[in-house]
């Protein structure tokens, strides 16, 4: 069993083929980061017509990588959202003509559920649950229950801007290029500890929401009021780092605590990020519990994950008849069980 997996949720194009027994195939991706660099973020309309132009040529590379014809493929799985409605349409209209010319079943895909499965698939490690699932992403910032696939429940979520979202405005403020997460937490790393202190916020509260956006307030006025030298960007790029990573570590703790849980998985761009993941590693081995991350490369959007996910939903996804239906919103709590 085949799975040919498309992503085109937000800015960067991913194809995939995932096989039950073999696993990962072949694997492509087209960034878009070039074309919205200049505009310091993502450009809905820019988006959607590079999803067009690139979507045809990146399945056709896809299918010679894994040396596939399309008779070899058994089902299409599309994201179908969360996302910017005109780029999830690029995917899913495509997914829904391939599938068709093809005779195989279309599978429409959460893209936060892509992210969470693809820890589990693509590193080998069987499902662990119950869990908790932090996802932090550009566009979410959520803890999760996880009982089972399909089995989620919120436990909290940013009020605001989601973590990744906080990274790109304070790394754009500092002057970095969009998408900056991974560039301020490059320069992060010749920052000076503690030459500025950053706010944990809402940890002073019970509870397990989250908000980032007074972070970047905070980073402007810091910003503002100190020289604009490369070791003062670095400083401040490490303690917004901190006061982010620290967030998300304490509110973990309280999420593991609450549930009893004792099993954390990270997904979402920007479980990529080492600071984070280092310390979470170090908090769950102090409790003796368990933390599961991707690597690199897969915690990014992919079109891997979307397979992933497509495999495990094959047999369990929304019916949508033979019309086009993306859901640019969409909670994940509105999943059924698998
Ligand atoms: O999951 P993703 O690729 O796209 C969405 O679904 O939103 O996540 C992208 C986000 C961006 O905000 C990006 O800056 C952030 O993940 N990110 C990072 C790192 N790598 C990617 N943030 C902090 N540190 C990183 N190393
Ligand atoms: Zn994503």
Same mark, same amino acid.
């Given at each position: 069993?085949?799975?040919?997996?498309?992503?085109?949720?937000?800015?960067?194009?991913?194809?995939?083929?995932?096989?039950?027994?073999?696993?990962?195939?072949?694997?492509?991706?087209?960034?878009?980061?070039?074309?919205?660099?200049?505009?310091?973020?993502?450009?809905?309309?820019?988006?959607?017509?590079?999803?067009?132009?690139?979507?045809?040529?990146?399945?056709?590379?896809?299918?010679?990588?894994?040396?596939?014809?399309?008779?070899?493929?058994?089902?299409?799985?599309?994201?179908?959202?969360?996302?910017?409605?005109?780029?999830?349409?690029?995917?899913?209209?495509?997914?829904? =003509? %391939? $599938? #068709?010319?093809?005779? !195989?079943?279309?599978?429409? +895909?959460?893209?936060?559920?892509?992210? @969470?499965?693809?820890?589990?698939?693509?590193?080998?490690?069987?499902?662990?649950?119950?869990?908790?699932?932090?996802?932090?992403?550009?566009?979410?910032?959520?803890?999760?229950?996880?009982?089972?696939?399909?089995?989620?429940?919120?436990?909290?979520?940013?009020?605001?801007?989601?973590?990744?979202?906080?990274?790109?405005?304070?790394?754009?403020?500092?002057?970095?290029?969009?998408?900056?997460?991974?560039?301020?937490?490059?320069?992060?790393?010749?920052?000076?500890?503690?030459?500025?202190?950053?706010?944990?916020?809402?940890?002073?509260?019970?509870?397990?929401?989250?908000?980032?956006?007074?972070?970047?307030?905070?980073?402007?006025?810091?910003?503002?009021?100190?020289?604009?030298?490369?070791?003062?960007?670095?400083?401040? =790029? %490490? $303690? #917004?780092?901190?006061? !982010?990573?620290?967030?998300? +570590?304490?509110?973990?703790?309280?999420? @593991?605590?609450?549930?009893?849980?004792?099993?954390?998985?990270?997904?979402?761009?920007?479980?990529?990020?080492?600071?984070?993941?280092?310390?979470?590693?170090?908090?769950?081995?102090?409790?003796?519990?368990?933390?599961?991350?991707?690597?690199?490369?897969?915690?990014?959007?992919?079109?891997?994950?979307?397979?992933?996910?497509?495999?495990?939903?094959?047999?369990?996804?929304?019916?949508?008849?033979?019309?086009?239906?993306?859901?640019?919103?969409?909670?994940?709590?509105?999943?059924?069980?698998?």
């Amino acid at each position: 069993m085949r799975v040919l997996g498309i992503e085109t949720s937000c800015d960067e194009t991913g194809v995939a083929v995932y096989d039950k027994k073999d696993g990962l195939l072949a694997n492509q991706l087209a960034s878009q980061f070039k074309l919205h660099a200049e505009y310091g973020g993502v450009v809905p309309e820019l988006a959607s017509r590079d999803h067009v132009r690139k979507i045809i040529p990146l399945i056709q590379a896809t299918l010679k990588e894994a040396n596939l014809a399309s008779a070899d493929i058994n089902a299409v799985a599309y994201t179908a959202g969360p996302g910017l409605v005109g780029a999830l349409l690029v995917g899913a209209i495509v997914g829904r =003509a %391939l $599938a #068709f010319a093809w005779n !195989v079943p279309s599978v429409p +895909v959460h893209h936060m559920e892509g992210h @969470l499965l693809a820890v589990m698939m693509l590193e080998g490690n069987l499902p662990t649950f119950p869990c908790v699932a932090l996802l932090v992403s550009g566009g979410h910032t959520q803890l999760i229950s996880v009982t089972g696939i399909g089995q989620y429940k919120l436990l909290g979520e940013s009020m605001d801007d989601a973590a990744g979202e906080a990274f790109d405005k304070t790394a754009k403020l500092l002057g970095l290029n969009y998408p900056g997460g991974a560039l301020l937490s490059k320069i992060a790393q010749q920052g000076v500890v503690n030459r500025f202190t950053f706010p944990r916020p809402m940890t002073d509260r019970p509870g397990l929401d989250f908000s980032f956006s007074g972070l970047k307030t905070f980073a402007a006025n810091t910003i503002r009021s100190n020289s604009s030298d490369n070791q003062t960007c670095a400083d401040i =790029a %490490l $303690a #917004f780092e901190e006061a !982010v990573v620290d967030t998300l +570590v304490i509110k973990c703790k309280r999420a @593991l605590e609450q549930t009893g849980f004792k099993n954390l998985v990270i997904a979402g761009g920007v479980s990529a990020n080492c600071r984070l993941r280092d310390k979470l590693t170090t908090m769950m081995r102090k409790r003796g519990e368990n933390v599961f991350y991707a690597c690199p490369k897969f915690c990014t959007d992919n079109g891997a994950m979307i397979a992933c996910a497509g495999m495990v939903r094959l047999k369990n996804s929304a019916d949508w008849g033979l019309s086009v239906k993306v859901r640019p919103r969409w909670s994940l709590t509105e999943l059924p069980t698998i």
